[in-house]
Every structure is written in C-alpha cells, then in structure tokens.
C-alpha cells in the first residue's frame, strides 16, 4: 500500500498540474483543520491554495457531497476514496453530474479513522471496498490481498429481531434525535432542494424533534436512499448522538443487492436501482 505522505504529495502535485493547465477550475480535496486528526473538506482554486492540501488516515469526508453545488459545466477534479468514488458513479447515472466534466484523483486506502474517536473504520459502519471503482489519475497503487469480507456481518443481529424488537430498537434510537439534520448534510445522495423537511407549502413534517417526526423524517429519508447508499458510513459519523443509521441503510442495501443483483453505484452503464425494470426482477418486494 502506498505512503499516506505519498499520496498527500500525488495530491498536491496533481492538483496543482490541474489548476495551472486550467483543465480543470476547482480541486476538491481535504486541508488542514485545527489539528491532524480533523481534516476539512477544501476546495483549491489556485497554484497556491493546492499547498494547503492534505491527506491523512482521518480523511473521512465523502466530497462527492459538494458536487452537486456547482453550476453545470464546471470542471471539477476531486478526491475520492472506494466509497466517494461510488457517490460519483450514483450521481452520474442519476444525471446530477455529467462525467465529462470531473476529473476523479483516486485514493487507494485502508485504515481510515473516525476523527470523532479516533478508533479504526471498519466494514461494520461502512463498505468493504478500498479501490475506488472510477478514477481518471490513480494516486497511489491498488491495493492487493486485503481481506474484506461482506460489509453485511454486522446485521446479524439486528436481523435476528422479531419484528417489535425492531420497532422498539428504532424508537428508543429515534428518541435520541435532536434533528439537526447532520446525516442529511453529510450524505453526498441528499441533494434535493428543497428537501421534503424543508418544505412549507405543502408541510409534509414537523420540524422540531417529536417522536413521531423523528420517525417520519428517519424513515423517509432511509427509504430515500433505498439502492442508492453507497454505504461510506458518513451519516453515522456525523450523527452527534450516534444513532446507527448505518444498520437500516445495509439492510436496505443488502436487499436491494439480494434482489435485483446490483449493489449502488458500481458502474455508470447502471440505470438506478428502483428506477429500472427487468423481466428477471424478483416479485419478492411487492408481498
């Protein structure tokens, strides 16, 4: 596996050959926060501001979650890790971005960790891939020969509940809410605006945390993403009262594969999950 510090300096230095040539008008990538272990996305414009680059193994932000913040047929280059790298690929068949216009620096890498408690992100909270599937410029070597394993074995559990143990884990999770809506802000598929919580005319929920529009709001925006979680665990990470939201979007994820035999964001050829029909599809939902 390659350097982190390599990779910060392929970083740098690619970021800088693509802002001085002008293929590209933005880098999106990560720099400094207050310290090592906080990063924060940063978008470089200049020759200059790519020095302030970085990489390291808190580097967790998923910057596909800026693109979509842009004006159409700007030409952004940006960083993405295994799960950012399918954010992309999502967004692309979902025509939010248009592939032409991204220039993707791909991040071979294992061993991330949540800056929140500096312990090791593993397949429990998010995907087990660590090669992005779509790069244009690959800045450190695949990585060969790391066990995997299903990003699914964490459910085990969960799925052993009859169905009013679920209901009840949910809700004693739910109560926990204080909406502030950081899952959504985190996650780079909750790109509608405005979204549904937002809306007054008509008001589909109530904004303020009550039971049940906690439950509304969770539940809406879970099946939301059904087949279109990537599984990069952001939403979890961000939650300041760590509400495992990354269970229901693996089972729903775990379905969805089960199914229809197609996991998000994994090819731009794809047609969305739940927008495509094929004879072989399974009947198995509609029971």
């Given at each position: 596996m390659t350097a982190i510090k390599q990779i910060e300096e392929n970083l740098i230095r690619e970021a800088k050959r693509l802002l001085e040539s002008k293929e590209v008008s933005v880098v999106l990538a990560y720099g400094r926060g207050y310290g090592d272990d906080h990063p924060i996305p940063y978008a470089a414009k200049t020759v200059e501001?790519?020095?302030?680059?970085?990489?390291?193994?808190?580097?967790?932000?998923?910057?596909?979650?800026?693109?979509?913040?842009?004006?159409?047929?700007?030409?952004?280059?940006?960083?993405?890790?295994?799960?950012?790298?399918?954010?992309?690929?999502?967004?692309?068949?979902?025509?939010?971005?248009?592939?032409?216009?991204?220039?993707?620096l791909g991040i071979?890498?294992?061993?991330l960790k949540d800056p929140k408690t500096g312990r090791a992100i593993d397949r429990t909270t998010m995907g087990s891939l660590v090669n992005p599937v779509l790069y244009d410029i690959l800045l450190g070597e695949e990585i060969r020969g790391v066990e995997t394993g299903s990003p699914y074995e964490v459910l085990a559990q969960y799925e052993?509940?009859?169905?009013?143990a679920r209901l009840a884990f949910w809700k004693k999770e739910f109560d926990k809410c204080i909406r502030c809506f950081a899952c959504r802000k985190a996650c780079p598929m909750c790109y509608c605006d405005p979204c549904?919580?937002?809306?007054?005319?008509p008001r589909w929920a109530d904004k303020s945390p009550t039971a049940d529009g906690n439950l509304m709001y969770h539940l809406t925006?879970?099946?939301?993403?059904?087949?279109?979680?990537?599984d990069c665990g952001e939403c979890s990470r961000a939650c300041p009262v760590d509400i495992p939201l990354y269970l229901f979007h693996k089972k729903?994820?775990?379905?969805?594969e089960e199914l229809f035999q197609q996991a998000a964001g994994?090819?731009?050829?794809?047609?969305?999950v739940m927008v495509n029909y094929g004879n072989q599809d399974s009947d198995e939902m509609l029971k």
């Open positions: 501001e790519a020095e302030n680059l970085v990489f390291n193994e808190y580097c967790t932000f998923n910057l596909a979650r800026y693109l979509t913040k842009y004006p159409p047929k700007t030409r952004i280059a940006v960083a993405v890790k295994a799960a950012d790298s399918r954010a992309v690929v999502q967004l692309i068949q979902e025509e939010k971005v248009c592939r032409e216009d991204l220039v993707l071979p890498f294992a061993g052993a509940m009859d169905q009013e549904f919580m937002d809306a007054s005319k925006r879970f099946y939301h993403l059904a087949g279109r979680c990537i729903l994820a775990k379905e969805c994994m090819k731009t050829d794809d047609k969305p």
